[in-house]
């Protein structure tokens, strides 16, 4: 039940995806592998609730490091439901 849950959320979420995930893959890779301009997490490494945390955090601009105030502008136009379907996918996309 949980697969097809999560199904069904990557599944919506893949519009927003197409748009917006492409152009995250020149920081974080296409299989979210990398460490953003060799400060940020792996994100691969992350679990679904953690990149939840971190972009509406970015989002609110209570988290964050070096790149905060670059990723708060990518976020920001996104709502937190958004944000949280992003994340599964993003889980989705780093088993590949």
């Known amino acids: ?7 069904l959320v990557a599944l919506s979420a893949v519009v927003f995806a ?3 995930l492409k152009s995250c893959a020149g ?10 301009m060799g400060k940020s997490a792996v994100v691969a490494d992350m679990n679904a609730s953690a990149i939840t945390t971190a972009l509406l955090g ?3 601009g209570t988290y964050g490091g070096a790149m ?3 990723m708060k502008s990518q976020v920001a ?8 379907a992003t994340a599964l996918l993003i889980v989705e996309q ?3």
């Open 1 to 7: 039940m949980n697969k097809i849950l999560l199904g």
């Open 18 to 20: 197409e748009v917006n």
């Open 27 to 36: 920081c974080h890779g296409t299989t979210w592998e990398k460490k953003a």
């Open 58 to 60: 970015y989002k609110d």
């Open 68 to 70: 905060k105030g670059l």
């Open 77 to 84: 136009r996104y709502s937190a439901e958004d944000l949280n």
């Open 94 to 96: 780093s088993k590949k």
